[in-house]
Every structure is written in C-alpha cells, then in structure tokens.
C-alpha cells in the first residue's frame, strides 16, 4: 500500500550547518516522528541520545536545564519524551533547534504541529512507543532505513495498517516498556540490545479465535489507523491550509444549514461541546476521526475544506432523516417491531444493555422488561457475562503488567513502591483500583519474602560457622 521507505542517509551538506544535514524520511503516513529523526540523528555522530541531549541540545543551545537533567538520570524527561511528537510548546523548540543546527527545513512534518489550530494534545501522543515488527523487519531485510513512524506514537493506534497485525509495545527479551527517547534509544532496537523486527510476528491477538470475538474492534482499529495516516499525509508538502478548530466546525456547519444542534446529534456529541469548537476551543484527533466516520465524511476533504463534502455514496447531507438517533425507528406503537429488535439483540457482537437498547427504541426500560420478561432477562444476562469477561481479561493484562513493572524494579535494584511503579505503568492510574494493588502487594510479598528467607538462610549458615 505505501512504498518502500526510500534510503535516506547522510548526505553532504549543501550549506555549513553544525549537524548532518540528515534527511527526514517523508512517506506519506508513515512519515518519520520527531524523536525518531533525533535519535538517527545521534546514531549519525556516533553519541548515544544521553550523549546527545548533554553535548547537543544542553551545550550548544545554552539549554542547561538539560544537562542536570542527563546529569541526573533523566529518566523523567525521557518519560514525557513522545510529547515532542505532539503539539506541546517543547515540540516547537526542538523544531527550531535541530532546523537551525542541521539546515534541514520543514521538520515541523514530523510531528501533530501543522495542526496546532485545530487539534488538542490532549490523548494525541501515546506514552510508550509501539512498533510493528514486520516493518522493522522487511526494512532491515530490504536495507532500507529502520526508523520510528509518527503514526505509531499516536495514541489508540493498534494496528499496522501495512501488515494488518497488532503494533508491539513490549520487549519480548527484557518485558519493558520503551520511552520514545531512553538514554541508548534507537529505531528497531530495544534498550537491553534486542532487535525488535520479527518477521513471524503475530501476536495471539490475530488468532482466528480472537479476531472473531473481536471482529469490530479489529476493522475499527484499522480504519483508525488509516484514518489517521492520512491526517499525516496531508501535513506534508504545502497543500494543506493551515486550519483552524473554528474554521473546520463552520465548514462543517454548512452541513446542516447552520443548525448546531443538528450537527451535534448527527454527530453523537452534546452541543456545548461542538459550540466549544465554533469558539476556537480545539478538537481532540480521535474525537475528530469520530465525526468524519460518524457523518460519512471524507477525512481530507474535510481538512482541505473542500467545498464538496461528503463521501460519493453518503446521503447524509441531503437527508434529514439520516440522523444519529434513531428515537424515531421503533415507536412504542409498533411491539412487534420491538420484540423483533429484542431478538435481533440475542445476536448483536458485542452485546448491548437493555438500557441503551431501550433508549435506541424510544422505550421505557421497565416497559420492555414488563412487556418481554424471558427476552429482556436473556437480553440482561448475556451482557453481564460479556462485561464480567471483559472486566477479566482486562484484569489479566493489567496484572500480567504490574507484575512485570515490580519485577522490573526488583531486578535494577529499586523498591518497588508505588510510585516507582507507577512510573512505569502505561497507565499510573491503574494503581488506585484495589484489586490491583493486591496483585502488586501480592508480588512484592512474593519477591521479599524469597529475599528474607536467602537473608535467614545466610545468617544461619554464618551462625553455625
Ligand atoms: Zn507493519
Ligand atoms: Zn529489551
């Protein structure tokens, strides 16, 4: 679908410049991230990117700050490094910085800044880094340039849409979670050395078993993806105006002839927040791939503010009555069309609760319940089993992490107390559920009390000695 990154090395400069004058790789959506360019960047001169943040960005932009924070360890610094993906006040900097040291132009392409107007950094940029080691792969096989693309450190994107497989976010060789900068980071390889393509791999989440429970999600995440390459797409070259959330919301207005209230029910949202928008307030990038796929919207159409808007087969702008809610369908005057849909529900994947089926009906919950006992009881259960196994396998994942994190600690020789784990976590929220802080509790008991008992054994053995 995407060509072949071309082989981008380091070329002569064309004008003295203190840095390689490296160029970025521009591939379309799989256009190269801001951290990943720096990190080639340090590879190019041979530094590792400590290295290179103390000699490079602290020393000769005057930037001490970043010294004692190399100095220091850093590691806080190198948490929030994929911010410099996004749209933060620091992504600019950086910008600036390397453009002036490497003569290259334009590296604002490489992250969410050409939309700086439109889009929130709120949920943009993912913690950790994630990698399809497919693509890490074939470009190694095919020696082509391994490199980080910005698509990947998108928040909620699961799936490379090259090879329909699932993005890895772990190590297989050491269970870490990688920053987008760490003090030895480089593009395909993890901290501890491992290389990290795998041209087998396929995780247990795109086993036949899975991707049929898990059908939606699956066609969604990839929609996503694609949806989102081509928000990336688009901020290359100079065909994209540079828009704002205003301009957008009322371009998006002539859709409904000016009826905010009409919009936002189209497109599921209240109509405070899409008024929030039409005042210059910015758009969340997942919630705005929400509205095109929500109003059969063609995404660059969209962004181009073209003057034709919708997809070549959507109805949705000349047809009032293709709106969102569908209160309408089902009148409570017509039970048999209400116990057709109840058991239409025994079937639905994944399964609805009888309180938004209700609502999707016009109905009263209670009505329903009274009108159809054995339907609606089925209907009850079936979605209480499908969110107990939800709330389980969750349950694992999580468990299966904080274990790995603690362990993690224990091994570098540092407590495990909550806040270094929560450090860590892809999600330092997920500690303040109880259930999960008996598993970390659980796992630390575990670790020491091993520990006491090696310590009780030596000192015995030094006892009897
Ligand atoms: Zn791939
Ligand atoms: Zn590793």
Redesign the pocket.
Known sequence: MYPGNVNEEVVSEPTRSYLYHLTPICNGPYTESLTSYTSRLSEAHGLTMAEFLKEVLSSVLGKPYLHAIVKHGGTRFLAYSGAQNGLARGAEQLVQELQYLTKVENLQQLTFLPYRELFSDRGLIRRFRSWCPRCYQEWMDTNVTVYDPLLWSVQNIDYCPIHHIELAQI?P??G?HLFHWERYSRPGY?????WLGNSGAISDFTSETYQDRHNQNYTFGLLRSKNIGTVIELAQGKRLPRVSAQQIMSHLLTLTDGNMALLARRAGLSKSTVFGWTQGRRIPLQTFIHITERLHLELNKVLLCSPCLTAPNSNIASSSKVVVSTHRQYPSSQPQDAELLLQAELHSDPPNSLQSIAKTMGLDRKLLHTKFPTLTQQIRKRYRDYTYEQRETRFLMISREIRTCVQQLHEQGIYPSRRQVERILSRPAMLRESRLQTVWKDEITRLYSVDKIQIRKNCFSCKSK
């Open positions: 190590c060789k050491c870490r993890c901290t501890c050395g491992n």
